[in-house]
């Protein structure tokens, strides 16, 4: 990503992070009804659920300039997601829940910049978590 590209998705992720919860729960919601059969994978309480996904987001784009630097803890997350039984295939349907839910969050400032930005952003994190979910060996969360 350019440098240029970080400070957009930083700068969006702090405009909807005053909305965490709502725009977690906006997540949620569009990513079953893309794809309904992911909703027996997740709790049926997703309140604490909703928390986690936007620390975690904060956490790796703060780190975006040098992800060398959270390798370590996108690779255990990873390697939970593989025993979660998530496929490389549900990542391309994350993303296209996550640009959803932030078209909807951001308007217009959601431009085609943007919509990049965020889409190397999130297929950067994604290819990485794949790779490492490949040669780690599942473990319980
Ligand atoms: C960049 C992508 C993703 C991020 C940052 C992310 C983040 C998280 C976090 C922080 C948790 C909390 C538990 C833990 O730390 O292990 C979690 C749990 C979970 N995620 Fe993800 N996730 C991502 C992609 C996905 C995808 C593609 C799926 C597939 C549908 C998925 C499904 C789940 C499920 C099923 C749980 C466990 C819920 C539970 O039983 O408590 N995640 N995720």
């Given at each position: 990503m350019t440098p240029r590209q970080i400070a957009i998705v930083r700068q969006q992720f702090g405009l909807v992070a005053r909305h965490a919860d709502a725009f977690a729960a906006g997540f949620y919601d569009t990513l079953f009804t893309i794809?309904?059969?992911?909703?027996?994978?997740?709790?049926?309480?997703?309140a604490a659920q909703r928390g986690k996904l936007v620390k975690v987001l904060a956490h790796v784009i703060l780190s975006l300039h040098d992800l060398g630097a959270v390798i370590d803890d996108v690779r255990a997350l990873a390697a939970r997601h593989a025993g979660y039984g998530v496929t490389s295939t549900d990542y391309d349907t994350v993303g296209i829940a996550l640009l959803t839910t932030l078209g909807d969050h951001l308007g217009d400032r959601f431009d085609d910049e943007a919509r990049a930005a965020w889409a190397l952003c999130y297929g950067t994190l994604a290819n990485a978590m794949i790779d490492a979910g490949r040669s780690a060996p599942a473990v319980a969360a």
């Open positions: 794809d309904d059969t992911l909703r027996p994978l997740f709790p049926a309480d997703l």
